[in-house]
């Protein structure tokens, strides 16, 4: 029998090649099939497909020098005496074997079954696989060996390890240079951040990288950074791990201790997607940690705003369960935090594009914590099919949970933008919050691989601008979803650069709402105007326009189809029979009144 397999890479390595082991009947059976590799040079050993096989006799054979003589032992001179002497049935074989080889001209090589490993590498940018001859991904255009961890989104998409252009570098540069000329202002946005929660990640190796991985943290530090922001301009805040008192405030025992269990476990899962190693339970615990120190930090005056730049994210964590990637609600723990040093009421702005099912469901019935969402819905069949316009809270505070379900993929600015004009802002402006949190999953954003929506960097600059406005500008921004690291280290410097009171290089550019969004934010404003009478106006002012806007298309329509009708003249005649066939609506009249 063969032992094993040897295998010789291509010079390029691009493909790798794997021959079937032979099993070989019998020692005399091994050492007929080829003989002849012993008989060449050592180092010209290699087949014409790139792949030798041997078995523990050639490998033995191998280790000494080469030998004219055959693998079984036979001296070719003896078997030559033998010639013309009377030759036994097992003699004869063994000649056949040592010489009819070199006369069939590698006949005895039959062809063999070549197993065909084709190498792969998957996107750094937005984990979608490539095969290896390809330069740029297929699905994003990111270079192959892509320096978007070093630079952020600063670097260049089409070349290895460059940065996109001159202005965008010397824009870089000057804001690096000028963090030691500003004044104190500037020094008023606190980032929080820990490098140990890079060590939350998938360990079990599968078929496709996960979606939430540290790269996402690193892409974002790596623009802010190029960007001389943080650091810089921001400042960090110290880290420390929330305590169990403080997290038994949003969830239950019985989830605190699942989560702690897993510190014990080399992998494990929550659910199918959400996974956890032995470092996960202490990343939750910091990403907590900050988002509730920076909050406290935010509303004492301490500092003027801030950006929490966390993972494991947590909108989905709920009171009893862990799920969608999160394992402590972040924006949760930070909202009470903001409570207990004084802020009376507290308002959470939702715009990554999954419903944050856990953060409703534990402020569900409270009136001090008003929950806005904007999300992908389509009736339920989008993750985690929660969130529906209904879902407006229980237990007296109903209105206290507004959600903007959209009904398709795609959406875009424009969207977003007029459903923040038309609802978060008169909704937020009744409230009277006295401190903001942003829920600011990027995955909504242009190219993202799981949400597949359209907002720019410019359109979250603008959401947080016009949120910028509340509560006398105390706002927290928390890291939650995102998987484009281009679109989410972009759109979080976008923002960043908002707290600090800069204009994005690229303004927004309002134009008019989607057919879809504009029957979104009228379904929502015909519930919600039910608990705040301010809505009432702007839904009768908007209903008016739809129905002037469905006038005019159905009367448009009506045109059209006259113009495809057939003459007048075919009413009466021999042809009025295909006349009523194109008046479809005719005959189902007829049999009406029948």
Known sequence: MLAGTLHVNSECNMVSEAIPVSRLTSEKAGNSNH???????????????????????????????????????????????????????????EYETAFNEDDEEDSDWEPLKRHVEILKWFCTNCTMVNLDDVVHCDVCGEHKRSGILRNGFFASPFFEDAIASRTESESAGRDADSSSRNSVSSCSTAVGFDERMLLHSEVVVKSHPHPERPDRLRAIAASLATAGIFPGRCYPIPSREITQQELQMVHSSEHIESVQLTSHLYSSYFTPDTYANEHSARAARIAAGLCADLASEIFSGRCKNGFALVRPPGHHAGVRHAMGFCLHNNAAIAALAAQAAGAKKVLIVDWDVHHGNGTQEIFDGNKTVLYVSLHRHEGGNFYPGTGAAWEVGTAGAEGYCVNIPWSRGGVGDNDYVFAFEQVVLPIASAFGPDFTIISAGFDAARGDPLGCCDVTPAGYAQMTRMLN????????????????????????????????????????????????????????????????????????????????????????????RRRTLAPICWKWGRKSVFYHLLLKGHFVAKSKRR
Request: proline fraction near 3%; charge should be negative.
């Open 35 to 93: 003989n002849q590799i012993d008989e060449l040079p050592c180092q010209d050993m290699e087949t014409r497909n790139g792949t030798l096989e041997f078995d523990e006799a050639t490998i033995n054979h191998h280790s000494e020098p080469c030998r004219g003589e055959s693998i079984s032992g036979i001296h070719h001179g003896a078997i030559e005496a033998n010639l013309n002497n009377e030759m036994t049935l097992q003699d004869m074989n």
């Open 469 to 560: 406005g509340f509560s006398d500008g105390k706002l927290l921004v928390i890291l939650e979803g995102g998987y484009n690291l281009r679109s989410i280290s972009s759109s979080a410097t976008a923002v960043i650069k908002v707290l600090l009171g800069e204009h994005t290089e690229t303004e927004f550019v309002k134009r008019g709402p989607s057919r879809s969004g504009l029957q979104t934010v009228l379904k929502v404003l015909q519930i919600q105007k039910n608990f705040w009478p301010t809505l009432g106006p702007s839904f009768e002012e908007l209903d008016l326009q739809w129905r002037i806007f469905s006038i005019r298309k159905k009367n448009k329509q009506l045109k059209k």
